[in-house]
């Protein structure tokens, strides 16, 4: 059908086949996932149309999740207030994007040397962000988000790019003052591009391709967060990255799942996610100790949506709307993080638990801006 | 039509039964919202076409209002600023609702005691959000917005939630430290959870349920507001709470519109409220005298949507981005709310006259989150 | 077709026109546009088909940007981080709009007296916005958008607006205490309204016409900015003023294209712009010498949109997120202005080059709001 491969946005095809993929990560309620699920074949038969009556009951009950497949929901369970995410074994998108990998959260070290040599490779890889999902991944360094820089303000970061990918790319850091026509300009397929930038400001910066149309770079995965410290450090913490980027995805082909520019100008994902995998935090938590102070390091690359960052159980004692150690406002129990920013989010763990931390803005975080924290005693 | 049902963001039917509904809600122009009510039923007829040339002549003309049906606007009409709202008698959507009610947004007064016990029921209800309009609600204590709770740093809230309804439910307070697996447990119908907290921070702070999905839960109205006061009060105001809501609706069935989550997760919502009702403070508005200081507990439940909070004819004297007395910012026209965050507010109506407050994202706000501050003399 | 003029938001028929529109401001990126706009033609035939299958290969590869038509992108092109903006000699809509002209974004100089007499006109004309678009504008004196005014905190602004247009509209000055229903109400054709404000807070201050729907008059272009100084300037600087809109059109009708209140309703723009022309100061930089202080007055008119405004190559050193010269925060990459709302951002251009600013959600940034500011030596 080639009318389905340009006409993206039709209502009818896409919004189910967005369902039916929703489902499959397990996003959305039982009931109503099966039964979107059924439509994305075609026309209607008798079993669809079974399926369908459920639906249908459903909706009359506003929606609500039926109990009967999975059976009844645990109150007790720890992702209750979580989007289900039973991932079963997988039989699709097999090969060359290998099993699922968990992005580690945990923010590198600071930096022990005042210079740092980066080289860095502009890749198109397949990458799995889920057990069942594997997207045609334009990336730095073959992930998505690429890996997190860290140094100080006044450090001495010596970068170059080399593109291994037929498509010109480049690198924009959102912490360099810098010429870009100079220093992020495009570089075709086997050719680098180097040059050196002294960060001014501390604080929590996005980079990410800036080779035109950027919304298709960034939209396609070439982003990533870059950490700089103060002169004085902050407070000791436990601190994480959280990259927040959306994946608006065309019809598989061969297993994998390409970028969709057109969706990416309707600015409705498919998905929604913390370091590139939806929900993945959710199965496997982030870990801390009662009483630790944490710092989220919040970088939102959009391409579009805001960051409406919140934790379920706890307020931010601070957060760091500006460059820290100033710019700080306290008492906060969610703020938004403007596409293209990012902004410090800490508290203290002083009460043991699990926490989701979430996109407040459901109907984005919905789509899998949802992990966990565990506070351990 | 089954496909109907499950085609929700199909364009078409979605978008004629969106505007035949803002239609109804008085919420669209006259002259557009006929031509496009006409094509709510199916196939064109006569007299459908002869509406529809109206609606035509409209569009060429930048689809500006039409005079006629309800004659020339008068330029003087406090209104004026505002969207028509102009609702009839209504003949649809009687029964178990009951009439429309306006929701006082008149702040409780600050806590008596240090000790507050709240047992609030979740109960599913038809609930009337404007004279023609009736929702299959979920709620707390059977209202959208459920009610405010207010109280001081340090008190003590010893809360107790019974779910009356077949969905599981819970309660997350934003003000609350606590551990959600346990205190925001969800409970089945019939069961209680009770959990202690004590707030830290003062603030302007949303509820709502914490249910998987959330997006359905809090979609479905089970949303509201706790406001923290600082340990010393701030100046004396007339003080009023504002919670922005979304509506996402299906079509009515026995004159019941029910919840639609496919909607949800498409952002793109039907209505937009404060206080759960489209426009209320138009018809009935605020009413302040002349001197007072006016203080807006503004809270964005969503579940999606920003409120960029604007009062027409006036400045924010200060507006806490965070929690107060500190982290305010002074002479501000207009300021985002995060969907899931709240804010506080304030300006001293020096000047008397009709005063529109809205959500100056007007593509969102035109659709009901508008009001009138009248400052009296 | 009636149809397609009343069902505005069909996903086929409106995607096709709005990203042949696209493709025409050269917004899209070849291979893709080229593809679409084959589509927008009705039905398929040979020659759809042969384009199309170029289509469906860029989708296949992500659909990177195909380098045939134009050639191979020029990695060292001052351009290359931009949109693609190579607009050729345009045959159509030609006549009363006359030439395409930019919008000097340069802030008008401080008043030099305390008292202004301002009267300005509500018209409706045909707006050239690109070399290939004409728009059915509403304006305050022929221009989206309206003249910027300036003044200082407590300066005595008297105002009056006459009235030009068939529907009534009104002025909305967000720097004004005043009771809207009286000084904002609307007035019909050939009619004035006269009152007097005196700004209270300094800052960067939208205006519009508040007649209703606000939504229609915001969307069809009486937006404008108003700069209020504080007693004591700010430092000297290079001063612009950029103001955000978005457009939301119908088909052209003899060569001009309609604004559309359908699709303002559905906020997915199809245009999005600093200063009414999409992606003007690409062709046209912005420019300052090495040194200079440069101070943005960024007022986003919305309707809806906010803006994440970022400087490509930059950092903030200042943003004023309420009244200047206080409410500064300091070192930021990105901030959002929220719809209906200005914020003043500021840097020093130590560096010379080339730097664009954005609106760094980029599914709305890439349609148009994408400029480039010069630094030169």
């Not at 007790?76 to 991932?87: G, I, K, N, P, Y």
């Not at 601190?239 to 969709?260: C, S």
Request: with cysteine; charged share 15%.
């Amino acid at each position: 059908m080639p009318d389905e491969n340009i006409d993206l946005l039709s209502a009818r095809s896409t919004r189910r086949s967005f369902l039916t993929r929703l489902s499959a990560l397990g996003l959305v309620i039982p009931g109503v996932g099966s039964a979107l699920a059924s439509c994305s074949r075609g026309e209607p038969n008798e079993s669809d149309s079974a399926r369908r009556g459920a639906g249908q009951g459903a909706i009359a009950a506003n929606q609500q999740p039926q109990a009967g497949a999975r059976g009844v929901r645990n109150p007790d369970s720890r992702l209750d207030t979580l989007h289900h995410a039973e991932h079963g074994t997988t039989t699709s998108a097999t090969g060359a994007a290998g099993p699922f990998q968990r992005f580690d959260a945990t923010a590198p070290p600071p930096a022990k040397t005042r210079t740092q040599q980066i080289h860095w490779r502009a890749q198109a890889v397949p990458l799995r962000i889920s057990p069942e999902i594997v997207v045609a991944a334009w990336t730095f360094e073959g992930n998505i988000p690429g890996p997190t820089l860290r140094c100080r303000v006044g450090d001495t970061i010596e970068f170059t790019l080399t593109n291994e990918h037929e498509v010109p790319h480049s690198m924009d850091f959102h912490a360099a003052q810098i010429d870009p026509k100079t220093a992020f300009r495009s570089v075709l397929k086997g050719q680098s591009v180097s040059y050196t930038f002294s960060p001014r400001y501390a604080g929590a910066f996005a980079y990410h391709c800036g080779s035109s149309p950027v919304l298709m770079h960034i939209g396609s995965g070439m982003i990533g967060a870059i950490i700089v410290d103060p002169p004085a450090p902050l407070a000791p913490a436990k601190e994480f990255v959280l990259v927040q980027n959306e994946f608006y995805l065309g019809d598989a082909v061969n297993g994998v799942q390409p970028f969709d520019y057109t969706k990416m100008l309707g600015t409705l994902p498919d998905y929604v996610a913390f370091n590139g995998r939806p929900g993945q935090y959710q199965t496997e938590p982030i870990r801390v100790k009662r009483g630790d102070r944490v710092r989220f390091y919040v970088v939102d690359v959009g391409p579009t949506v805001p960051c409406a960052f919140h934790v379920v159980g706890e307020q931010f004692d601070t957060v760091y709307i500006g460059s820290p150690p100033g710019n700080a406002i306290h008492g906060v129990q969610t703020f938004n993080v403007a596409a293209g920013g990012g902004m410090i989010f800490e508290l203290v763990a002083n009460v043991a638990g699990e926490f989701p931390f979430v996109n407040h803005g459901f109907g984005h975080g919905q789509k899998g801006a949802i992990g966990l924290l565990v506070v351990e005693e």
